[in-house]
């Protein structure tokens, strides 16, 4: 199981949200290339980043910052955000990221999610409310089952679906393991959690489960609940 810890990123910023709420940003870093190299001193892979001006815009929103992380450390970088189009993923590729996190428009156009993950190392993104897919940066609730969404990527060459339970996000009240076994259950493709992680118990619920391959951690590196260095031990 990989922990991927987490930079989301607005207005050129390291921040975290609260459920999701833009207004709620909270700013941990104007350097979050600095925090990156963090992440690999304590023994990370792996970076998560987040645009999360670009998930509301609909297009990169942060890229000199993404420039940076990638320029300064060593790290697999994922991005999602306002990822809806070839031309975008082309230039991540380009820019050295190792794989693209397509949210929105797995729901509104999953032949093209499944088209870019014959040509290029792909991430779907499942954000649900109640257990409903949400979309563009999370301000729409659809009327699809994050289940029913995930069944869909079976089989087509996505390297793994991150599945957020928005009501937990940045509120440090647990992960969802049911939600996202279900989700890893439906799709079979490796299926990593995001949201909720308040200390290193979650860490330890998620690989006991036996089917979570990844988890996200956020907001509790952030305020100093879990020590990441620990965790990577644990793992």
């Not at 397509?102 to 093209?112: D, T």
């Amino acid at each position: 199981m990989d922990i991927l810890p987490a930079i989301d990123l607005k207005d050129g910023k390291a921040v975290r949200l609260s459920k999701g709420v833009m207004d709620s940003a909270k700013i941990y870093s104007d350097e979050p290339w600095k925090i990156a190299k963090e992440f690999e001193k304590v023994g990370s892979k792996w970076v998560h980043l987040v645009d999360l001006n670009g998930a509301f815009k609909g297009e990169p929103a942060n890229l000199e910052q993404i420039k940076k992380i990638r320029q300064n450390c060593d790290l697999f970088i994922e991005v999602g955000g306002g990822i809806r189009d070839e031309d975008t993923i082309k230039m991540y590729m380009d820019l050295g990221v190792d794989r693209v996190i397509l949210g929105s428009v797995a729901l509104k156009n999953p032949n093209f999610v499944k088209e870019m993950a014959k040509q290029y190392p792909v991430v779907v993104g499942i954000d649900a409310k109640g257990g409903m897919v949400a979309v563009e940066g999370w301000a729409e609730v659809s009327s699809m089952k994050a289940t029913t969404l995930a069944k869909e990527f079976a089989n087509v060459g996505v390297k793994a679906i991150i599945c957020t339970d928005i009501s937990k996000d940045g509120m440090l009240s647990g992960v969802n393991v049911k939600f996202t076994e279900e989700i890893a259950k439906a799709s079979g493709i490796p299926t990593i959690a995001s949201g909720g992680v308040k200390g290193l118990e979650d860490i330890v619920k998620c690989k006991q489960s036996g089917i979570i391959s990844g988890v996200i951690v956020g907001k509790a590196y952030y305020e100093g609940k879990i020590d990441l260095e620990e965790a990577f031990k644990v793992i």
